[in-house]
């Protein structure tokens, strides 16, 4: 059975503090406290820089060592270079968090409304994904609808690069799903980014989406039939406070989950990785 690894964009906001984490809580202890309760997390910070090894080090050293970090391809590859003349960053992006081991899940290609399909941007993605090492995952996010026509499933489909499947506001849901049944790798990429509305208070949950929930659940479900791994992160603006959205969606699909008080009666942190 595919295994659900569903977590937030993100971990450092102090909006989150008292409601996620416990109070007082300083930025340098969330991402142990946000491994208790999450198996993954998709990291923004790589889209714009490539991270030092001490950074690196220091995300291992507060997860558990099963944690799966997916991280964002650096914006220089897909908004400045835009998938060309870009090998020189994508290996140095890539050699430096091939430091993650066996913590490292798919890296996300995430490309710009403004990268339109033409002839010349169709020729750049196939060479893009054809140069990918394949002993990693890979998915791609395209933000303009132009793009989800079968000629870009089958060049994802020929590299095992996974098609991102995003509830946001520049492609319509409606689209997403038919594509869902259509995948284009062995694991499957979702990301929920929310609509028009745009929030500031990331606190709690602000508008109720119980109903789209329960469809991207049921494909979710569908996905795990083909896929061995179906990765999933919710953003803030998705519903306002995405760790509610995680959960929330964690028991739609049955999954265990932890809440946040079951762990905040805990007064000392230890170290998941060194533990035998």
Known sequence: MSAF???TQNWSYRAWVGPFYPPDTPKA??????????????VDATFYAIPAEPIIGGWLAKVPSDFVFSLKVPQEITHGRRLVGCQATLDKFVDRV?????SLGPMLVQLPPDFVPTPETRLALRNFVARLPRNHRWA???RHPGWLDQQTLTTLRDHNVALTLVDGRWVRRSRMLEAAAEPTADFSYVRWMGSDVRFTNFSHPQRDCESE?????DTLKLLAESAETVYGYFNNQYQGHSPHSV???QRLLGQAFVEPMAIRTQTQFFS?????
């Open 5 to 7: 690894h569903l977590g």
């Open 98 to 102: 091939r430091q993650l081991g066996n």
């Open 213 to 217: 929930l329960a469809i991207w659940a």
């Open 29 to 42: 202890d969330m991402l142990q406290w946000y491994g208790r309760m999450f198996s993954t997390l998709e």
């Open 247 to 249: 959960r929330a969606m």
């Open 140 to 142: 791609v996010e395209f």
């Open 272 to 276: 998941f990785r060194n533990a035998t």
